[in-house]
């Protein structure tokens, strides 16, 4: 039983890994290109952008929705990787 506890986090640990490799990293600052596409596709789901920057090799968008502040982090193909609300 101990085996097969070990073996099922193992191969647990390798799957997080393996996403958090294949998350497609920003390697520079957005431009206004970039900040435009991020803003639109944000404005689509209601949120009103205030600044978008880059940080941890993610774009992050500071942005409000319905009155709430919040922090959008997306990977270099604008796919969001986590929301965090202040």
Aim: no cysteine.
């Amino acid at each position: 039983m101990t085996r097969i506890l070990a073996l099922s986090l193992a191969l647990l640990a390798g799957s997080l890994v393996t996403a958090e490799a294949e998350t497609p990293k920003v390697t520079s600052k957005p431009d206004a290109v970039v900040t435009e596409q991020i803003t639109a596709k944000l404005s689509e789901e209601g949120y009103e952008v205030r600044k978008v920057k880059t940080e941890d090799g993610l774009y992050e968008a500071y942005a409000l929705k319905n009155g709430e502040k919040f922090e959008i982090f997306m990977d270099a193909d604008l796919n969001v990787v986590r929301t965090k609300s202040e």
